[in-house]
């Protein structure tokens, strides 16, 4: 069995194929270990330390040891048992679920499941493929053929609709076989697998799969045990019939099964005397099952631990191989004190923002979660998209602590405060991007470009205060070539006309367009697509050059060097959000998806709205202190430096008072009932044209709401719809209907102002909403990861920050980078779309926890900040420009003012841009285009 070999199986009833991927046995050579064995001494010769904050270490057993034929028997015997709740949970999900899981996939379409065990859950799935889908092929993942030709004869001849085919041998072995097919793919990892893996080894796993055999639109449905009552979860690990402990007590015998087939197979190609005595390697009446669940890490750990002082003597066969000129082979056993525990397996249970984290960090998309009837159990459906914004295994928190802790920013919070590492850790990213993230960045440039906006449309001017889409696909390389040219001083690339061309875009006053800043002169013609692409490939080697020099050579640049290769990096980024919100202004018919997402139906009303209170105070210090152009000009680059744009620096200190903030943006949903109530009053009905917002589309009704062909003309109509959709580069999902009703509504300043007037309430301050934000993080992930004071609805954050912090210098407000901001936040194109806002009560009876409060992520929020310098303002030398042609003057305020600053980050906004909490945003206040919300802020005593 070198190869895989094919099996057609006989009979009549039989109607599937086996393909057997197994490794022959190494029955040929006397030489060498097999790597189960060599894995086995490993395990019990090296202990390791499990991930979390214990120092223990434990020696290990291989996990998969324990499936062979009476493992797998105990095991489907144990899922029957009522406090096995998680079998029973996943049945409930399949069958109240089915029809919705089978509609995301296509017809024609492989369906792979990893690890099938008894299909007695599957068997559910592919009886809705079987009746609602043709051309499907099911392939069935397992490492013991016996209880895989059981399951799949008598499934393959039910189930006639679908194909069937069974793969016997390990995900290493079986994996690479499937990547060849072009055909869309559906993964299923059912039964919380994915819980015995390490966080890091799922993040791992699930980035192996999507590279190696998913493509693009592919997608993985994967089973996530959640969080919930303690004994709840001890019960279902220690049953009442003990099948448990027989389970993981049969490891031992399936060992010396192994070690004693392997030891009888060496002696007969040596003709050496056999010994039945050499494979009783282990006596499994000396261990005993024990297990501990970590409520902090959400895990649950099985051990197996010695009744006694053991002794594991390995046969001579095995012993001599372990020795290896090291040593006599008897210096090879391990002895086992009475009371040590052997390491066999994890299962983690996950919280509500686990899923989220899980794909961000693998690089995919979380499209939806169906969850069983008591809230138990998860299924989880991630795709593939064509590409992402950022290189998404590295996190802001990685190099600070293990990823055990799914709610990731908490789990870092007390050894930042105790013992803050170098600020390179601190949620900072490198200073000079990598190429990595370039090339992210230039795969999801191509996707807005050539896919969701093909070349022919290019020249469509969705905006008419904007050029035509062309023009970006020029700027971005074009600026970037001249700050290359400075870095590296030498000249532009050709043509040096397109620098002229397309060095700056136009951002005209919205009531006079005659008022401009200085720009680029627009050339009679533009340039041929083809054309701008060939440059644009110029542009990008000649990066990739300068950066694959400084990562690999590792030589020292100048600060200015630095600043420009930064410059063009987060000037691409901020455009590629630029490009996308033009796109949404086009006709949703002209927008090819660009990832195959599901919008869910509305399954809960809109959000019980709630409050914060913050005391203010006269230290809240906005921007940063360390980024000095001009001192810094010409020197070298500072180790783990921080860039900001011109605008962030000066840092400036101002006094807050009390204020009261709610703590989710207003959603689509409160919008539209603000809507309909305006128009029921004749005075105020005259209004509803200019409150409408951009992000939305009138549907038409029926039985499937769609937009119209001539939707842009039918917004302008000034009259209410009945119900709109959502703008988004994935379809215009139903207000009415989807959860795009609990999604943040986007609109201008002058329309959330309007919002705010009616409901009698503000807009926060960029000076309150930036204090509110990071106090709130800090204060949150230390209330989650180190417990503290209660809080209650009456406490005030900053105050509770203060309890919490009594004796620890934070100096987290001078650093530009936060990181507690949630490792699940809607940034990056984690989503094509915003996400629903939270319900936002503390659950109760649980004295301390917060109230959920989204800061960043989905949307940026507009604040009441005019567009001023901070005192001490000077602009960039190398791009005087960028801030200060838009800087209002000094004494406008309020209303008269022109431009108001944004804080926070919409989905499109690159994490680099999101996570740094000094970035400034601007728009002017009667823009409706930007991907920008609100929330309702109050003074307070």
């Known amino acids: 069995m070198g190869a895989a070999a094919l099996v057609d199986m006989p009979g009549p009833s039989c109607h599937y194929r086996f393909v057997d991927h197994r490794l022959a046995p190494p029955g040929t050579s006397p030489q060498g270990l097999p790597p189960i064995i060599r894995e086995i001494v490993s395990g019990l010769a090296v202990p390791r330390k499990l991930p979390g904050r214990s120092p223990a270490r434990f020696r290990s057993l291989p996990l998969v040891l324990l499936y062979d034929d009476v493992g797998l028997d105990l095991f489907d015997r144990l899922t029957y048992l009522p406090e096995y709740y998680l079998t029973n949970c996943e049945i409930d999900i399949l069958q109240s679920h089915s029809n ?27 009886d809705a493929l079987n009746r609602q889908r043709s051309g499907v092929t099911y392939y069935a993942i397992d490492v013991m053929p016996g209880p895989l030709h059981a399951s799949m004869s008598k499934l393959s001849s039910r189930f006639t609709n ?30 919380s697998s994915i819980g015995n893996y390490h966080a890091d080894e799922a993040i791992g796993f699930l980035r192996q799969l999507s590279s190696s055999m998913m493509s693009p639109g592919d997608a993985v449905i994967i089973g996530m045990d959640r969080q919930k009552d303690r004994q709840v979860i001890l019960d279902a690990y220690h049953d009442s019939q003990g099948l448990t ?31 039945d005595t050499a494979a009783a390697v282990f006596d499994k009446d000396k261990f005993t099952y024990v ?44 002895v086992i004190k009475c009371g040590e525990r052997i390491y066999i397996e994890s299962a983690y249970k996950y919280s509500d923002s686990a899923a989220e984290v899980l794909a961000q960090r693998a690089g995919l998309g979380l499209s939806t979660t169906w969850t069983d009837s008591r809230g138990y159990f998860m299924l989880s459906l991630f795709c593939k998209p064509r590409a992402s914004m950022v290189a998404r295994p590295t996190t802001s928190f990685t190099s600070l602590t293990s990823l055990d802790k799914w709610s990731a920013p908490t789990q870092c919070a007390n050894r930042l405060l105790e013992q803050p590492p170098p600020s390179a850790a601190r949620g900072q990213p490198s200073t000079i991007p990598s190429i990595d ?71 005209p006053n919205m009531e006079d367009p005659t008022k401009c800043h200085d720009h680029s002169a627009v050339p009679d013609k533009w340039p041929a697509v083809s054309e701008i692409v060939a440059y644009r490939s110029r542009v990008c080697a000649r990066i990739s050059a300068w950066v694959d020099g400084y990562e690999q050579c590792g030589r020292t640049v100048s600060y200015d060097a630095a600043r420009h290769i930064w410059m063009a990096f987060e000037h691409e980024a901020e455009h590629i959000e630029t490009f996308l919100y033009m796109v949404l202004q086009m006709s949703p018919t002209n927008i090819r998806p660009p990832i195959a997402a599901s919008i869910a139906r509305k399954a809960r009303q809109l959000p019980r709205e709630s409050w914060i209170s913050y005391a203010g105070s006269s230290k809240v210090v906005l921007g940063m202190q360390h980024d000095n152009e001009s001192a810094l000009g010409g020197k070298p680059l500072p180790d783990g430096h921080t860039f900001g744009w011109d605008n962030e620096s000066p840092s400036t200190t101002v006094a807050v008072g009390p204020f009261r903030l709610r703590t989710q943006p207003v959603t689509n949903g409160e919008y539209l009932i603000f809507l309909e ?18 992000s939305w589309v009138p549907l038409i009704s029926g039985s499937e709401r769609q937009a119209p062909a001539d939707a842009d003309a039918a917004a302008g109509t000034g009259a209410l719809a009945s119900d709109y959709g959502v703008r988004t580069l994935v379809g215009t999902p139903s207000i009415a209907d989807t959860e795009a009703a609990l999604w943040p509504v986007t609109v201008s300043l002058a329309q959330a102002e309007a919002y705010a007037e009616w409901h009698g309430k503000r807009l926060p301050a960029e000076a309150e909403w930036t204090h509110a934000a990071r106090t709130y993080h800090l204060a949150r992930a230390l209330t989650i990861y180190a417990g503290g004071p209660s809080f209650s609805d009456t406490t005030r954050v900053d105050d509770h920050l203060d309890d919490l912090l009594a004796g620890r210098d934070a100096a987290v407000s001078e650093h530009p980078y936060d990181p507690f901001i949630p490792d699940d936040a809607n940034v990056g194109l984690a989503h094509w ?51 200060s042609d838009f800087f209002d003057p000094p004494e406008a305020r309020g209303r008269d003012s022109t431009h108001h600053v944004l804080k926070g980050g919409s989905y499109a906004t ?24 609100f929330r309702l802020c109050e003074d307070a005593e």
């Open 291 to 334: 297990s501990t669940y970590d409520e902090g890490i959400g895990r649950h750990d099985i051990f197996l631990e010695a009744r006694e002082d053991v002794r594991v003597c390995w046969p001579r066969e095995v012993a001599t191989q372990i020795a290896d000129g090291r040593g006599t082979s008897s210096e090879c056993d391990v």
């Open 162 to 191: 679908v194909s069937f085919v069974a793969l016997c041998g390990t995900y290493d072995q079986v994996l690479p076989r499937l990547r060849e097919s072009s055909r869309r793919k559906t993964v299923l990892w059912l039964g």
């Open 245 to 275: 402990t027989e389970f993981e007590l049969n490891i031992l015998v399936h060992i010396n099964a192994i070690i004693g087939e392997y030891v009888q197979r060496q002696r007969r190609v040596c003709s050496a005397p056999s010994d």
């Open 677 to 694: 109530r305006l128009g029921r009053s004749p005075d105020a009905a005259s209004r509803l044209p200019l409150l409408v917002p951009q």
């Open 100 to 126: 919705d899981i089978v509609a995301e996939i296509p017809d024609g379409s492989d369906v792979i499941e990893l690890g099938c065990g008894s299909l007695r859950k599957t068997e559910i799935l592919l």
């Open 910 to 933: 690159h994490p680099r841009l999101a996570r740094r909490q000094t970035f400034r945003n601007w728009y002017q206040r009667g823009y409706p285009f930007v991907l920008a919300t």
């Open 437 to 507: 993230e370039w090339r992210h960045l230039w795969a999801v440039w191509d996707m807005l470009t050539c896919h969701v906006v093909p070349w022919d449309q290019l020249g469509a001017r969705p905006i008419g205060l904007r050029h035509p889409l062309i023009f970006y696909l020029g700027h971005i390389p074009a600026f970037a070539d001249i700050h290359m040219a400075a870095a590296e001083s030498s000249p532009l690339t050709a043509p040096a006309v397109f620098a002229q061309w397309f060095e700056r875009g136009i951002d």
């Open 833 to 883: 779309h915003p996400q629903p806002v939270t319900d936002t009560q503390a659950a109760p009876g649980q004295p301390g926890q917060m109230p959920a409060a989204t800061f960043v992520g989905s949307a940026w929020e507009w604040t009441t900040t005019p567009f001023h310098p901070y005192p001490g303002f000077c602009a960039s030398p190398m791009y005087p420009g960028y801030s």
